[in-house]
């Protein structure tokens, strides 16, 4: 089992900026790729971000490409997305999640093994 808790959401008026925290634990983090998923009131788990069990692969969905970056430091077991020029259309519950490494980068919600409780980021306009 892999347990996963985010942390740094929160309420943030447009333009603005947060970075969201995935600390892991229970398995060997380097194991893992991991990824970030938001879900808003009413629609369906939507990819984020991802990033390979190195860190030397990234991947972003279009809606936040060049505004949002993830990174992982595996020596603290924690992932991160830094999200910049915040938009109120960001506003979801934010959820890691993490897939075993041998299956790369993943953008489906199913392909991944592990979800954290989520976090709320509300971006104000």
């Known amino acids: 089992q892999v347990q996963l808790v985010e942390t740094g959401g929160g309420l943030v008026q447009a333009g603005g900026s947060l970075r969201l925290s995935c600390a892991a634990s229970?398995?060997?983090?380097?194991?893992?790729?991991m990824g970030w998923f938001r879900q808003a009131p009413g629609k369906e788990r939507d990819f984020v971000a991802a990033?390979?069990?190195?860190?030397?692969?990234?991947a972003y969905a279009d809606s936040v490409k060049g505004r949002f970056t993830i990174s992982r430091d595996n020596a603290k077991n924690t992932v991160y997305l830094q999200m910049n020029s915040l938009k109120p259309e960001d506003t979801a519950v934010y959820y890691c999640?993490?897939?075993?490494?041998?299956?790369?980068?993943?953008?489906?919600?199913?392909?991944?093994?592990?979800w954290g409780q989520g976090t709320q980021v509300t971006v104000s306009s």
């Open positions: 999640a993490a897939t075993p490494r041998i299956r790369g980068i993943r953008t489906l919600p199913h392909t991944y093994d592990y």
């Open positions: 990033i390979t069990w190195s860190g030397g692969r990234t």
């Open positions: 229970g398995r060997t983090f380097t194991d893992y790729g």
